[in-house]
């Protein structure tokens, strides 16, 4: 494993130690900033600790809106719509008692409508005249359920600008253009998936919603774990589509493992849903149901950041240990990392025409793999092919066929070792390195990635601050943590752009390896999991600054074109050694101190 002990760094200005309102955390900043951290700590801990009910009522925009005015004067001055409504109530839930006559409007499933808001809507009264008993219970079933919202990874993107009332509105005007036929399926559809949502959750939102004072109810607006995705991701998905009535008999053909990852993936972003649906064919068939439900896992696991934004922006998050890197967290499962994945995914279905065989390999796959580990085999396949088939091939170059191609990746992407290296690319390594001078036994800098082989002036204007990242869950060898022992290592998520630029990089070079070794004939070459292990050892600032090189290299004819396969294999090897010396000769140079390995 990688040892780096860091000499002849100058001095920093003063740090300071703080906690946050979730975690214990200790960092450090230099005195010309310090003050913009403690304004950030401040508005962190009154977002977190000081809101009352009422402000998270207010910003969760898809509560329901309590009825304006005097409910029990809806129709004062519209008998002819309260005549409708009254019919509609009796067909409903029959014979209005003579008691309720007055507020008819006010019971059973026209108190869902009325919150609802389309019970003074003419043409929805029109409409629900002209429907058959069936649609119209199809419908009162659709409504009532909708009041739970999806969880959290759906509600806070897909109803950011809508209420529940809106978004009501938008279901029942896709409903008004459908026609009689279109508009009984749709309903059936919705019907079912309503039948899937837990009527005590819908309730209890509804109580705390409706509850005479919102201070005295525990308010949850978004679970992780409600039953209310499917029917919140179709209808998104109908209002937002060209063709409601196509997805909707699309859907009918489909098995329910299959429908929940197409809507998953509408519920993430409807343009991907709709491009995933043309990919599924008229009848859901030309893609394996796994490969869909593998999709749909992915997004359905996105995690919400819980600190605000701008404390996102400015600091970011220590974690602690190897587990760290396959860790359930905002870092590992964010959403736009599923974006990225499945936008990644679907591009590439569309570009190559895979097999039936090759498909359902990548569905049953994916289906075993944890969510990070997901990320990394899409990233394995959709990186490799491109790098094989088109991006880094000249033309004069013997171009890979598309079965050669995903032979390569299926040897890497199916190596453990491998997926837990590519998804590793996500992290920094971080080093901490105490310091004395400023305060005896406290304070310590957290250095991330390539920045402790920096003059460490420059390093700490470059790092940024880091919630929990605390020495006493290293070990502290001359005053800086070691990679590799025995206590826990601390890793930093990077930067979205960052980690895309890594990713490509590593996977680039291992593709261009495992390709060469496969065509090399020669007697003895660097097994896969030794060169990966070689990779791992590296501490991630050598790492990522060698495999940019080796990458810059790789695309250059001085590899492409090279005599024999066995050439191309020697001559990657001595790429990659040769630049991981240059990196660490730069990394010298500009820390002015020594780097053991």
């Keep these: 494993m990688a040892h780096i002990s860091v000499t002849g760094m100058g001095n920093t200005n003063v740090a300071m130690t703080f906690y946050s309102s979730q975690r214990s955390s200790q960092a450090q900043l230099s005195n010309t900033s310090s003050s913009g951290l403690q304004e950030a700590l401040v508005g962190l801990s009154s977002s977190q600790v000081h809101r009352s009910e009422n402000d998270l009522l207010e910003e969760s925009s898809f509560s329901l809106i309590r009825p304006k005015g005097d409910p029990y004067n809806l129709y004062q001055n519209e008998p002819e719509l309260k005549a409708k409504a009254k019919v509609l109530a009796e067909r409903l839930d029959g014979p209005i008692h003579e008691g309720n006559a007055g507020h008819f409007f006010y019971q059973n499933s026209m108190r869902d409508f009325l919150h609802a808001g389309v019970l003074t809507d003419p043409e929805f009264l029109n409409m629900a005249e002209s429907m058959s008993d069936e649609a119209l219970q199809d419908l009162a079933i659709t409504v009532k359920a909708m009041v739970l919202p999806a969880s959290a990874n759906y509600t806070t993107h897909n109803e950011a600008d809508r209420s529940y009332q809106t978004k009501v509105a938008k279901f029942m005007d896709v409903l008004k253009s459908s026609n009689t036929v279109e508009r009984s399926a749709i309903l059936e559809q919705s019907a079912k998936y309503a039948g899937q949502v837990d009527v005590d959750a819908a309730a209890s939102f509804k109580q705390n919603v409706f509850g005479q004072k919102i201070t005295q109810v525990k308010f949850d607006p978004y679970r992780n774990d409600t039953s209310a995705n499917n029917l919140h991701n179709y209808v998104t998905a109908i209002v937002a589509t060209d063709d409601p009535s196509a997805l909707t008999e699309q859907l009918g053909h489909m098995s329910d493992e299959a429908q929940r990852g197409l809507l998953s993936v509408y519920g993430l972003d409807t343009v991907l849903g ?312 730069d990394f010298e140079k500009s820390a002015d101190g020594v780097i053991g390995l």
């Design 274 to 585: 709709d491009r995933l649906a043309q990919l599924a064919g008229p009848e859901g068939d030309q893609l394996p149901d796994s490969l869909l439900s593998a999709l749909g896992d992915m997004v359905d696991s996105v995690k919400i950041y819980e600190i605000t934004s701008q404390v996102k922006k400015d600091f970011g998050i220590a974690w602690h240990g190897d587990d760290a890197l396959l860790k359930d967290n905002e870092e590992s499962h964010g959403r736009e990392f599923a974006l990225d994945s499945v936008s990644s995914m679907i591009n590439m279905l569309e570009q190559y025409d895979f097999s039936e065989e090759q498909l359902e390999t990548m569905g049953t796959e994916l289906s075993g793999l944890s969510n990070p580990e997901k990320r990394a085999y899409i990233e394995i396949t959709t990186i490799g092919l491109d790098d094989m088939l088109q991006d880094k091939v000249s033309e004069n170059s013997n171009k890979k066929n598309l079965d050669e191609a995903v032979a390569v990746v299926s040897e890497l992407r199916n190596n453990q070792n491998v997926l837990s290296l590519v998804n590793g690319s996500r992290y920094h390594d971080v080093t901490l390195i105490e310091r004395p001078d400023i305060e005896e036994g406290l304070t310590v800098v957290a250095l991330e990635g390539a920045a402790v082989f920096k003059n460490l002036d420059s390093a700490v204007n470059q790092s940024r601050i880091l919630l929990g990242a605390t020495k006493n869950q290293v070990n502290m060898v001359n005053g800086h943590s070691v990679k590799g022992h025995e206590s826990e290592n601390i890793y930093s998520a990077k930067t979205f752009d960052v980690y895309k630029q890594d990713v490509g990089n590593m996977v680039s070079t291992l593709v261009a390896f495992e390709s060469a070794r496969r065509d090399s004939t020669a007697t003895e070459k660097m097994s896969l999991n030794a060169f990966t292990e070689t990779l791992a050892d590296m501490h991630s600032g050598i790492r990522d600054e060698t495999l940019q090189r080796v990458s810059d290299e790789i695309v250059t004819d001085s590899f492409r074109n090279k005599v024999t396969e066995n050439t191309q294999l020697a001559f990657l090897s001595n790429v990659v050694q040769k630049m991981a010396f240059e990196t660490q000769r």
